[in-house]
């Protein structure tokens, strides 16, 4: 069983920066696809970013240029730093390991974007 456990949420005004961080436990992390996703009231669950076990990198159109994300295997841990943050990125986010057909999923941790 893996469990993940993300944080770095909290209240960030607009144009500012906050980095998430999601440890994972286990012995798998290396091997996995890792992501981050958000879901903003009222909406679906949102797909942001992907960094597979080989390293590539992908990001949703609403946050390229803005967002990265950046894993490091010997720490088990997965981050996304955020740039330029807007009020629409307001939302609850939530780390994803993915290894097969097995998906894991963090509690989410809440970024607020607002002055």
């Known amino acids: 069983q893996v469990q993940l456990v993300e944080s770095g949420g909290g209240l960030v005004q607009p144009g500012g920066s906050q980095r998430l961080s999601c440890v994972a436990s286990?012995?798998?992390?290396?091997?996995?696809?890792l992501g981050w996703y958000r879901q903003a009231p009222g909406k679906q669950r949102e797909l942001v970013a992907v960094?597979?076990?080989?390293?590539?990198?992908d990001y949703a159109d609403s946050v390229k240029g803005r967002f990265t994300i950046s894993r490091d295997n010997a720490k088990n841990t997965v981050w996304l730093q955020m740039n330029m943050l807007k009020p629409e990125d307001t939302a609850v986010y939530y780390c994803?390991?993915?290894?097969?057909?097995?998906?894991?999923w963090g509690k989410g941790t809440l970024v607020t974007v607002s002055s």
């Open positions: 994803n390991l993915k290894l097969g057909y097995r998906n894991y």
């Open positions: 286990g012995s798998i992390f290396s091997i996995c696809d």
């Open positions: 960094i597979t076990s080989g390293g590539n990198i």
